[in-house]
């Protein structure tokens, strides 16, 4: 479906070992002529080094159509905010209402966010 509608690249920052996790997600999207990148992101410890590969992801991306995705996508709206805040230069309460829609990050994310 994805690449049907003209997405071009996976982003993944969910964890491989997750019992969720979609089985030889590489290799499907692979197979559907699309590329991938997997960024693994301990939910209990972002580190700003996962978000630096998730800014280099979407530079090489360049305006080719991405999917970014986790288990639960709270991952994916952090992320988002920040990328958009710090990257795109998004006023700062129009990201935050991206990602406060999906959630209100608390603790490391609260954090990893500020």
Same mark, same amino acid.
């Given at each position: 479906?994805?690449?049907?509608?003209?997405? $071009?690249?996976?982003?993944?920052?969910?964890?491989?070992?997750?019992?969720? %996790?979609?089985? !030889? /997600?590489?290799?499907? +999207?692979?197979?559907?002529?699309?590329?991938?990148?997997?960024?693994?992101?301990?939910?209990?410890?972002? $580190?700003?080094?996962?978000?630096?590969?998730?800014?280099?992801?979407?530079? %090489?991306?360049? !305006? /080719?159509?991405?999917? +970014?995705?986790?288990?639960?996508?709270?991952?994916?709206?952090?992320?988002?905010?920040?990328?958009?805040?710090?990257?795109?230069?998004?006023?700062?309460?129009?990201?935050?209402?991206?990602?406060?829609?999906?959630?209100?990050?608390?603790?490391?994310?609260?954090?990893?966010?500020?």
């Amino acid at each position: 479906m994805l690449a049907r509608i003209g997405v $071009r690249w996976a982003v993944n920052l969910g964890l491989h070992s997750h019992e969720q %996790a979609l089985p !030889d /997600e590489a290799g499907t +999207v692979a197979r559907l002529d699309m590329r991938y990148v997997h960024i693994p992101v301990d939910f209990q410890t972002p $580190r700003d080094e996962n978000f630096q590969a998730f800014c280099g992801a979407l530079a %090489a991306c360049g !305006d /080719e159509m991405v999917h +970014v995705h986790s288990i639960i996508n709270d991952r994916v709206s952090a992320f988002s905010y920040r990328y958009q805040r710090d990257v795109l230069g998004m006023d700062e309460n129009t990201a935050r209402l991206g990602m406060e829609q999906i959630w209100r990050p608390e603790g490391v994310w609260a954090a990893f966010v500020a």
